[in-house]
T-cell receptor, first 116, second 116 residues
Framework: KAGVTQTPRYLIKTRGQQVTLSCSPI?????VSWYQQTPGQGLQFLFE???????NKGNFPGRFSGRQFSNSRSEMNVSTLELGDSALYLC???????????????FGEGSRLTVL | AQSVTQPDIHITVSEGASLELRCNYS??????LFWYVQSPGQGLQLLLK??????LVQGIKGFEAEFKRSQSSFNLRKPSVHWSDAAEYFC??????????????FGTGTRLTIIP
């Protein structure tokens, strides 16, 4: 069974640009979450989607947004990039949301964003 | 709000020695508890998890952890470390929401170095 796939793995942008990151969850997983990892702040929760609906959101500005498609694939977008947005963005999928409650997240390898 | 403390930023142990990584959490109810490992440039891999029941849980790669409610701790242990265990280890608490585990709060991580 394929794991969580994130694309692109690496990208470089300049301040003011926008970026879109993609995540394909494990087959059958309907919940997708996004996390930002930086050396200073560690791992921080961005948002979580289930069945195309955002169920939970972390404390990030509105420049950070996401969506989920009917096939459970998810994208996150960051607009008007700032230097501080340089980070590893991790996507995780889960079976949770229906009658199954495992609480277990499966992470992708991440998309490393560098903002110059 | 829930929180996780990993008091040791960096630990160095000799190959073959025993290991204990500390984790304390703050959460009003019974949490989901997890340990994840991250190798350089990689995503997070689940080592083990606690939801309920037996407070001593076994994980992959020979790791185990013990949930102690009275101490709000979930320490990770391994009787004999291998050089391949060198990585960063994250403790996390999951919120028992309406739909299962909607998000994780991570500790700041403990970097483990193994010396020959």
């Amino acid at each position: 069974k394929a794991g969580v796939t994130q694309t692109p793995r690496y990208l470089i942008k300049t301040r003011g640009q926008q970026v879109t990151l993609s995540c394909s969850p494990i087959s059958g997983h309907r919940s997708v979450s996004w996390y930002q990892q930086t050396p200073g702040q560690g791992l921080q929760f961005l948002f979580e989607y289930f069945s195309e609906t955002q169920r939970n959101k972390g404390n990030f500005p509105g420049r950070f947004s996401g969506r989920q498609f009917s096939n459970s694939r998810s994208e996150m977008n960051v607009s008007t990039l700032e230097l501080g947005d340089s980070a590893l963005y991790l996507c995780a999928s889960s079976l949770d949301g229906g009658r199954v409650r495992t609480g277990e997240l499966f992470f992708g390898e991440g998309s490393r964003l560098t903002v110059l | 709000a829930q929180s996780v403390t990993q008091p040791d930023i960096h630990i160095t142990v000799s190959e073959g020695a025993s290991l204990e990584l500390r984790c304390n959490y703050s959460y009003g109810a019974t949490p989901y508890l997890f340990w994840y490992v991250q190798s350089p440039g990689q995503g997070l891999q689940l080592l083990l998890k606690y939801f309920s029941g037996d407070t001593l849980v076994q994980g992959i790669k020979g790791f185990e952890a013990e949930f102690k409610r009275s101490q709000s701790s979930f320490n990770l242990r391994k009787p004999s470390v291998h050089w391949s265990d060198a990585a960063e280890y994250f403790c996390a608490v999951g919120v028992r929401g309406n739909f299962g585990n909607e998000k994780l709060t991570f500790g700041t991580g403990t970097r483990l170095t193994i010396i020959p």
